[in-house]
Nanobody
C-alpha cells in the first residue's frame, strides 16, 4: 500500500521560509512523478508543483514560480518542497500527491502552513 507521510509545516512570518518533506513507502518511488498540492479552506485542491520520476524536470504554478522549489531524493524515497518568500496567500494545507498506473490517487496527511505577522 502506498503511504505518504508529510512533515515540516508550521507558522512563519511573511517573507519567511519553510521546507516540507514527504516520506514515501509501499511503491517503487523512483518510477513515479510526484506533486505538491495545496488547499484553501472551503476550496478544492490546486496543484502547485510537479517533479518527474528522475527529478530532472519540474513545473510550477505561476503563483509559486521563483519562490518554491520541488525536489526529491530517490535514494531516500522522499519528496521535498522548499518554500521561500512566503506570503499570506500561501496559507493553506499542503499535500504530497501521487497517482499510480491505475489512476488511483494517494495523498499525504496534509501539512498546515500559516503565514502571518
Amino acid at each position: 500500500e502506498m503511504q505518504l507521510v508529510e512533515s515540516g509545516g508550521g507558522s512563519v512570518q511573511p517573507g519567511g521560509s519553510l521546507r516540507l518533506s514527504c516520506a514515501c513507502s509501499g511503491f517503487t518511488f523512483g518510477d513515479y512523478d510526484l506533486a505538491w498540492v495545496r488547499q484553501y479552506p472551503g476550496k478544492g485542491p490546486d496543484w502547485i508543483s510537479v517533479i518527474n520520476s528522475a527529478g530532472d524536470s519540474t513545473t510550477y504554478h505561476e503563483s509559486v514560480k521563483g519562490r518554491f522549489t520541488i525536489s526529491r531524493d530517490n535514494a531516500k524515497n522522499t519528496l521535498f518542497l522548499q518554500m521561500n518568500s512566503l506570503n499570506s496567500e500561501d496559507t493553506a494545507v499542503y499535500y504530497c500527491y501521487i497517482q499510480d498506473i491505475f489512476y488511483n490517487e494517494y495523498w499525504g496527511q496534509g501539512s498546515q502552513v500559516t503565514v502571518s505577522s
